[in-house]
């Protein structure tokens, strides 16, 4: 069986965007082993991310120049074709060509001798690796985002999630506005039988229990440390996620969960839901900076507790937010986690 070869060796949000190009290449190879060349704690989403009975395997990559040297790649049977869904090179490709493969699908990059398209910054991730694959003579689909159902029961149906953490600092809105719109939401929905949870990684565990002790909620209102898959079920079936521009506001897209996701550095229209979901709500004060910051970007903290409560507000009361712009609160009608990746 040919092997069909995926880098995308980066975080939950970056996996997700490339979410359609996946299903193409499952589309137009439909014999083909798909291997997807990521990190381990992504495992359990794999199965719901394309259509299909073991449609995806996971070769366990953490990262740059690691899929070269991995134990698991001897055992694949040689690669037919590599596909660089991870950035425009040069490592990426070189990672890539290392595995030998008979074809290769990347941008195009002066160290490599592939002809591939133009890399362009302009371009939502989504649509990049969607535009990537039609250059190739693969159509896919850059509206093809939802998720499979989680193989696992939510712990909370119809919780209120409020996600405070993300991978860089820059991106990060501070965490005493984060409890002040989680005690607010929770005042609003006492008495509802909806709970109001704040979630994080097992290394954000202590931001989540700040965030939910000063809302007053308590640490049992924590979630944090979970596997994917109990996260995604939660995500899957909340009734709201407020969160700042990361893999989680990428879960609530592709579930379709009513969303407020809050941008800083990065413009939604790069990498937030795509246009025309209303479900989500993406507010942006429409100024960019540095996403690797080591400080709450400028723009992010011009978002004000008011301005993310009357969206969570009106998502919770089944309406539609208003998206006209305003200097200073941005509200925008989707365009989500970090800058394109460079290599």
Not at 70 to 84: G, T, W
Not at 221 to 250: K, M, Q, S
């Amino acid at each position: 069986m040919a092997v069909t070869l995926v880098l995308r060796a980066l975080g939950l949000g970056d996996v997700l965007t490339a979410v359609p190009a996946l299903r193409a290449l499952r589309r137009a190879r439909p014999h083909d082993r798909l291997v997807l060349a990521a990190p381990s704690p992504l495992a359990p989403l794999v199965p719901f991310l394309v259509p299909g009975p073991a449609a995806v395997e996971l070769l366990p990559t953490p990262g740059l120049a690691a899929l070269p040297s991995s134990p698991a790649l001897p055992a694949l049977p040689p690669i037919d074709l590599a596909v660089n869904l991870h950035g425009k090179g040069p490592q990426s490709i070189a990672d890539l060509a290392a595995t030998r493969p008979r074809r290769m699908i990347t941008h195009r990059h002066p160290d490599h001798p592939f002809e591939g398209p133009e890399w362009r910054d302009d371009l939502h991730e989504v649509r990049r690796w969607c535009a990537l694959l039609d250059f190739y003579g693969i159509p896919a689909d850059p509206t093809d985002l939802e998720l499979l159902s989680p193989p696992v029961p939510s712990p909370a149906p119809g919780a209120v999630v409020i996600h405070p953490g993300a991978k860089s600092a820059a991106r990060r809105w501070p965490s005493d506005r984060f409890a002040a719109v989680a005690r607010a939401l929770a005042d609003d929905l006492s008495g509802t039988g909806r709970p109001v949870l704040v979630t994080g990684s097992a290394g954000e565990r202590g931001l989540a229990t700040d965030v939910a002790i000063a809302a007053g909620l308590g640490p049992d209102a924590v979630f944090a440390g979970h596997d994917l898959a109990e996260l995604a079920a939660l995500v899957a079936e909340a009734a709201l996620v407020v969160c700042g521009d990361t893999g989680v506001g990428h879960l609530a897209t592709a579930f379709g969960t009513p969303s407020v996701l809050l941008f800083g550095p990065t413009p939604p229209e790069r990498w937030g839901p795509p246009a025309g979901r209303t479900r989500h709500v993406a507010l942006w004060a429409g100024t960019t900076g540095d996403p690797h910051a080591t400080t709450p970007d400028t723009g992010l903290l011009r978002l004000t507790v008011p301005a993310v409560l009357d969206a969570a507000r009106t998502l919770l009361a089944g309406g539609e937010p208003c998206r006209n712009a305003r200097k200073s609160e941005t509200v925008s009608p989707s365009a989500s986690s970090a800058p394109a990746t460079s290599d």
